[in-house]
């Protein structure tokens, strides 16, 4: 697909542009639960990523939350199309939070730990961000 190409100017790719074509190329796993992120919504997602970093204080070396999320999030059953961007975003940002505060996980295991949490409390990003970090802390 020509909306996945990366541009590479001077043998370097742009993180942004790296996020944003990995966000895209999900599209292919997540259609099927009738979820996709346009270009526009790829690549402002990459841009909020990068942008929560920042206000978190944080240094991001891989690819990055929102990939994550994504692979973590696409099989829900509290997904829906038409707030699938406004999720990914809340719950991008949640991440790089939850990150700060339980610095013992590793991505893929809060990414995972997240899903739970979301999914047994019927999909509610709200209850995520006010309960999520008590709970596990509660339970260890």
């Keep these: 697909m020509a909306e996945n190409k990366l541009t590479i100017i001077g043998g370097v790719v742009s ?17 099927r639960y009738g979820l996709t992120l346009t270009q526009k919504q790829a690549g402002e997602l990459a841009v909020f990523q990068q942008e929560t970093v920042s206000a978190v204080g944080m240094v991001e070396l891989g690819i ?11 099989s829900s059953p509290y997904m829906f199309e038409e707030d ?14 939850f990150h700060n505060a339980l610095p013992e996980f590793s991505d893929k295991e809060l990414a995972k730990s997240m899903r739970e949490f979301f999914d047994e409390n019927g999909g509610s990003t709200d209850f995520l961000a006010s309960d999520f970090v008590q709970s596990v802390k509660s339970q260890r």
């Excluded at 993180?15 to 259609?31: D, F, M, R, V």
């Excluded at 999720?87 to 991008?92: E, I």
Aim: with cysteine.
């Design 64 to 74: 990055g939350a929102s990939v994550l999320i994504v692979e973590n999030f696409c």
């Design 15 to 31: 993180p942004l542009e790296k996020i944003s074509t990995e966000l895209l190329a999900l599209n292919n796993e997540t259609k």
């Design 84 to 97: 699938y961007y406004d999720n990914l975003k809340k719950l991008t940002e949640l991440f790089y939070v």
